[in-house]
């Protein structure tokens, strides 16, 4: 399995573009998170999706963010628009989340490799 | 609501030598428990992890924790480190019922000097 892919690597960008980070999951995984690396505030989690449905959006910073997931091999994070704030690495992670009745538990999650998004 | 605390920002060792990086956590009931690296420009790579069970958990690379609730610690150990394990090492606490909302710690970097 080629594990979770991100995309682009690097993105620089001015101030008030859009900006759109692409993910794909592992295969037959269910659960997408996408989650944000900056010096000051450590990793956040920013959206979480069950089977292609978002359950916790409540780490989006503000409404320039919005993310979707259109089918279970695709994710995208769009902000528009952007600002230098907005400067971090961002991840992409998925985990198989398995069901008992009527409880349901993440195993872990695989991280991609980060975009790192420059705004200037 | 969960949160964990890495007291340790920095810290180095020299190759060879033992390692303990600490993790505490905060969660009502019995938590899952991550700990997973990052080398310079890359993603997070699972390490280990606790769901229930043995208290002592062995990881990839030759890494363990140990899970004690009494002290809501979860600390990761090597017996001897090697220059390629400088990086720097995340622990993590997910909520154990329902949809799983991970919470990560500030991370600490590990040098290795030789």
């Known amino acids: 399995d080629a594990g979770v892919i991100q995309s682009p690597r690097h993105e620089v960008t001015e101030m008030g573009q859009e900006v759109t980070l692409r993910c794909k999951p592992i295969?037959?995984?269910?659960?997408l998170f996408w989650y944000r690396q900056t010096m000051m505030r450590g990793l956040e989690l920013l959206i979480y999706?069950?089977?292609?449905?978002?359950?916790?959006d409540s780490g989006m910073p503000e409404d320039r963010f919005s993310a979707k997931m259109p089918n279970a091999s695709f994710s995208t994070l769009k902000i528009q628009p952007s600002e230098p704030r907005d400067s971090a690495v961002y991840f992409c992670?998925?985990?198989?989340?398995?069901?008992?009745?009527?409880?349901?538990?993440?195993?872990?999650?695989?991280f991609g490799q980060g975009t790192r998004l420059t705004v200037v | 609501a969960q949160s964990v605390t890495q007291p340790d920002i920095h810290i180095t060792v020299s190759e060879g030598a033992s390692l303990e990086l600490r993790c505490n956590y905060s969660?009502?009931?019995?938590?899952?428990l991550f700990w997973y690296v990052q080398s310079p420009g890359q993603g997070l790579q699972l390490l280990l992890k606790?769901?229930?069970?043995?208290?002592l958990v062995q990881g990839i690379k030759g890494f363990e924790a140990e899970f004690k609730r009494s002290q809501s610690s979860f600390n990761l150990r090597k017996p001897s480190v090697h220059w390629s394990d400088a990086a720097e090492y995340f622990c993590?606490?997910?909520?154990?019922?329902?949809?799983?909302?991970?919470?990560f710690g500030t991370g600490t970097k590990l040098q290795v000097i030789p």
């Open positions: 992670a998925s985990s198989l989340a398995r069901t008992g009745g009527l409880l349901i538990s993440n195993t872990e999650a695989f």
């Open positions: 295969s037959g995984h269910n659960s």
């Open positions: 999706f069950n089977n292609n449905v978002p359950i916790d």
């Open positions: 969660y009502g009931a019995t938590p899952y």
């Open positions: 606790y769901f229930s069970g043995d208290t």
């Open positions: 993590a606490v997910g909520n154990s019922g329902g949809y799983q909302k991970v919470t």
